[in-house]
């Protein structure tokens, strides 16, 4: 069956950084492109980032544009996501997410806490 296993949030103070991995299994990784939500108290679940497959072609929500950095690697089913120069604005849980034939596949969210 199909796992996503985030890991690596934690606490950081303004401006900090933090690299959030995505551990996958149970389909074939490298053919399905990837996708980094986040959902802070009270807002709806946003998009983050996504990575396709193949080329590794991403796109980033305006948030995010120039501070957070998607990556993947396929030899070892792994997202990553690096995120730089964090704001308070960017505390929330982050999921990863796949979607096979129609269905979003989601981990159990990893917390990120931005606070000095």
């Known amino acids: 069956q199909v796992q996503l296993v985030e890991s690596g949030g934690g606490l950081v103070q303004p401006g900090g950084s933090l690299r959030l991995s995505c551990a996958a299994s149970?389909?074939?990784?490298?053919?399905?492109?990837m996708s980094w939500y986040r959902q802070a108290p009270g807002k709806e679940r946003e998009l983050v980032a996504t990575?396709?497959?193949?080329?590794?072609?991403?796109n980033y929500a305006d948030s995010v544009k120039g501070r957070f950095t998607i990556t993947r690697d396929n030899a070892k089913n792994t997202v990553y996501l690096q995120m730089n120069s964090l704001k308070p604005e960017d505390m929330a849980v982050y999921y990863c997410?796949?979607?096979?034939?129609?269905?979003?596949?989601w981990g159990q969210g990893t917390q990120v806490t931005v606070s000095s």
């Open positions: 997410n796949v979607r096979i034939t129609a269905k979003d596949y």
């Open positions: 149970g389909f074939t990784f490298s053919i399905y492109g």
């Open positions: 990575i396709s497959s193949g080329y590794g072609r991403t």
